[in-house]
T-cell receptor, first 110, second 118 residues
Framework: DAKTTQPPSMDCAEGRAANLPCNHS???????VYWYRQIHSQGPQYIIH???NNETNEMASLIITEDRKSSTLILPHATLRDTAVYYC???????????FGKGTSLLVTP | GAVVSQHPSRVICKSGTSVKIECRSL??????MFWYRQFPKQSLMLMAT?????????EQGVEKDKFLINHASLTLSTLTVTSAHPEDSSFYIC??????????????FGSGTRLTVV
C-alpha cells in the first residue's frame, strides 16, 4: 500500500472549516483513500473514502487532486467534538487491514 | 450502519493470568477481522488478521502462542492474551471488514479494550 504523509498537528477555531492535507504521491490506480479519526481512548471512526472523484457525506468532504497524489479532508464547521487524531490511509486490496500512520492531531479551540 | 461490539472495555488482571477479549459484528457477517494494539501516544499497530474458519495470520514480531485468536463464526472473533505481563498492558482494538457484492466496503472498529496487567 502507498505511504501517506500528514502534518503531525493542526489547530482550528470552532465554527471554522478544518482542512486536513494528506500526501500520497505513490498511490496506485486501484488504491482508495480512506479517512478515519480516533477520539481519545476510543476505536477509530470511519469518516469518508474515495478513489478519484471528490466525495461528500454528512461528516466531511474529501477533495482528491486530479493526479491523485494528494487529498484534503474538509470538516466544514469544526466543533470541539471534532478534536481527534485524523488518519489518511491508502489501501487497495480486499481482505487486508488498514495500516495506520501517525496521523494529524487536530485541536479545535473555542 | 455496521456495528462492531468489543467486550470488555476495560480489564485489570494479575500477571501470569489470561484475558479474553471478544469482538462481535452485530448486524453483518464478518469473514475477516483484524486485531490491533495501541500503546500510549502511538498509532495503531496491526497484530493479526483473523479469517473465519482458518488460522489467523500474525504480523512479524507478534507471538502467536501468546496472543491466541479464534474466529469460529462469521460474527465473533476472540483474542486471548495468555500469561499476561505488565508489558502487555495496552489498548486492544478489533476491526471487521464489511463487504458488498464481494468487494470491500469499508472497515468498522470496535470501541477498544484497555488492558492493565498488574
Amino acid at each position: 500500500d502507498a505511504k501517506t504523509t500528514q502534518p503531525p498537528s493542526m489547530d482550528c477555531a470552532e465554527g471554522r472549516a478544518a482542512n486536513l492535507p494528506c500526501n500520497h504521491s505513490t498511490i496506485s490506480g486501484n488504491e482508495y483513500v480512506y479517512w478515519y479519526r480516533q477520539i481519545h481512548s476510543q476505536g477509530p471512526q470511519y469518516i469518508i473514502h474515495g478513489l478519484k472523484n471528490n466525495e461528500t457525506n454528512e461528516m466531511a468532504s474529501l477533495i482528491i487532486t486530479e493526479d491523485r497524489k494528494s487529498s484534503t479532508l474538509i470538516l466544514p464547521h469544526a466543533t470541539l467534538r471534532d478534536t481527534a487524531v485524523y488518519y489518511c490511509i491508502v489501501r487497495a486490496r480486499s481482505g487486508y487491514a488498514l495500516n495506520f500512520g501517525k496521523g494529524t492531531s487536530l485541536l479545535v479551540t473555542p | 450502519g455496521a456495528v462492531v461490539s468489543q467486550h470488555p472495555s476495560r480489564v485489570i488482571c494479575k500477571s501470569g493470568t489470561s484475558v479474553k477479549i471478544e469482538c462481535r459484528s452485530l448486524d453483518f457477517q464478518a469473514t475477516t477481522m483484524f486485531w490491533y494494539r495501541q500503546f500510549p501516544k502511538q498509532s495503531l499497530m496491526l497484530m493479526a488478521t483473523s479469517n473465519e474458519g482458518s488460522k489467523a495470520t500474525y504480523e512479524q514480531g507478534v507471538e502467536k502462542d501468546k496472543f491466541l485468536i479464534n474466529h469460529a463464526s462469521l460474527t465473533l472473533s476472540t483474542l486471548t492474551v495468555t500469561s499476561a505481563h505488565p508489558e502487555d498492558s495496552s489498548f486492544y482494538i478489533c476491526s471487521a471488514e464489511t463487504r458488498r457484492d464481494g468487494e470491500n466496503y469499508g472497515y468498522t472498529f470496535g470501541s477498544g479494550t484497555r488492558l492493565t496487567v498488574v
